[in-house]
Structure formats: C-alpha cells, structure tokens
T-cell receptor, first 117, second 114 residues
Framework: SQTIHQWPATLVQPVGSPLSLECTVE??????LYWYRQAAGRGLQLLFY??????ISSEVPQNLSASRPQDRQFILSSKKLLLSDSGFYLC????????????????FGPGTRLLVL | AQSVTQPDIHITVSEGASLELRCNYS??????LFWYVQSPGQGLQLLLK??????LVQGIKGFEAEFKRSQSSFNLRKPSVHWSDAAEYFC????????????FGTGTQLKVEL
C-alpha cells in the first residue's frame, strides 16, 4: 500500500528565516505530487505540482519554491519567510496518468503546521 | 475553468440525525467529483469519488453521494450521523482530459450535537 509522509509536523520560524518542508511517498512509482497551503478558516490553495523529477509547475506567485530531486520526494522551500506564509501545508500524491480518474484522485499527507513569528 | 461551491459554511446536526452536505460544480463536460474529510490538525481523507457510471456512489464511514447532472450537484449524505463525524468536509472537481489538478470548495464545517 502507498504511504505519504511529511515532516516536520510543526514548525515555528522567525520572519526572514529559510524554510524547507519535505514530503515523501512510498509504495508507488512516478506519482504526481502536489503542495497545498491551507490558511486558518480557508480552503485549499494549490501552490505547486509536479509530474516528474525536476518538473515543477507553480500556481501562485510568491516567495516559495518547490523541488523534486527524486521520484518520490517533494520539497517546499523559502529563502526568507514572511508572516503571511503561516498556515497548514499539505502534500498530496496521485497516480501517474492525468487523463484518468485515478490520475486525478489525490491522497494527502498529515500536513505541516507552520507558524511564522 | 471549473469551480465548486459549497453553500453551507457551518452545519449543526444532532447525533443520529441524517445529514446532507451540498456541493455544486461548474464544468461543461462530465467532471470527476470527490468528497474529502478533514479532522482538526490532520490531512484530508478521501471519502468517495465519482468518475462515471452509477450516479449514486458509496464511500467509507457510511457516506454516500449522488451525482445529478441536471442540477450540477454532488451532495454528500449519511443516514445517521455519529459524533465522530464532526469535521470539515471538502468537495472537489477535476476536469476531464489531461491535467491532474483538482478545484476544491471552501469546505463545510460539521458540528454534531450529542
């Protein structure tokens, strides 16, 4: 079976500090990977998605970036955090195959709570 | 582009009562439809999905949803709510063809009174 991990679970960082959140998926190959942010009381905002190693699509202009150094690893980064970066960050994966229902079915990790002070 | 509307931000039901959460989508062709549930501080869990075929789909935890093309709706139902069902529920739609992105609604917060 497939498993998705995110770490850390919680992070408190000062404004202007760097950020690195990691997401890994087990039990599948060549997954589609996604980063979402969920601000308090709001829905999900898609930040980045990736269909393969080194292939990153950005949905929202911001001071965040994403990388996919390995097939099942997805990293969210920032060089300098802003107060507005606080939120709940969710990683998700789906099976490779964009034209199919299975390719669109996303499975979420447990999330990382980020508080920027 | 597709869109999803969940008109109820908050819903309160008594334990044992029936539940219906509304979801309306906007998309020209047959969409791929999903319901997810999120407990506080946790990730989203897939409840059920609709791709094609039978318009009444069964999911986990006793939930079901019905796709109604004429009403552009995909409402989530449960005949008898349990206190553990208190959570936030998200409806999502994916477009046909290539592309893997989902569009999520803003969520409905469910409170269950004992």
């Amino acid at each position: 079976s497939q498993t998705i991990h995110q770490w850390p679970a919680t992070l408190v960082q000062p404004v202007g500090s760097p950020l690195s959140l990691e997401c890994t998926v087990e039990g599948t190959s060549n997954p589609n990977l996604y980063w979402y942010r969920q601000a308090a009381g709001r829905g999900l905002q898609l930040l980045f998605y990736s269909v393969g190693i080194g292939q990153i699509s950005s949905e929202v202009p911001q001071n965040l970036s994403a990388s996919r150094p390995q097939d099942r690893q997805f990293i969210l980064s920032s060089k300098k955090l802003l107060l507005s970066d606080s939120g709940f960050y969710l990683c998700a994966w789906s099976k490779y195959g964009g034209g199919t229902g299975m390719g669109k079915t996303q499975y979420f990790g447990p999330g990382t709570r980020l508080l920027v002070l | 582009a597709q869109s999803v509307t969940q008109p109820d931000i908050h819903i309160t039901v008594s334990e044992g009562a029936s539940l219906e959460l509304r979801c309306n989508y906007s998309y020209g062709a047959t969409p791929y439809l999903f319901w997810y549930v999120q407990s506080p501080g946790q990730g989203l869990q897939l409840l059920l999905k609709y791709f094609s075929g039978d318009t009444l789909v069964q999911g986990i935890k006793g939930f079901e949803a019905e796709f109604k093309r004429s009403q552009s709706s995909f409402n989530l139902r449960k005949p008898s709510v349990h206190w553990s069902d208190a959570a936030e529920y998200f409806c999502a739609v994916g477009a046909g063809g290539g592309g893997n992105k989902l569009t999520f609604g803003t969520g409905t917060q469910l409170k269950v009174e004992l």
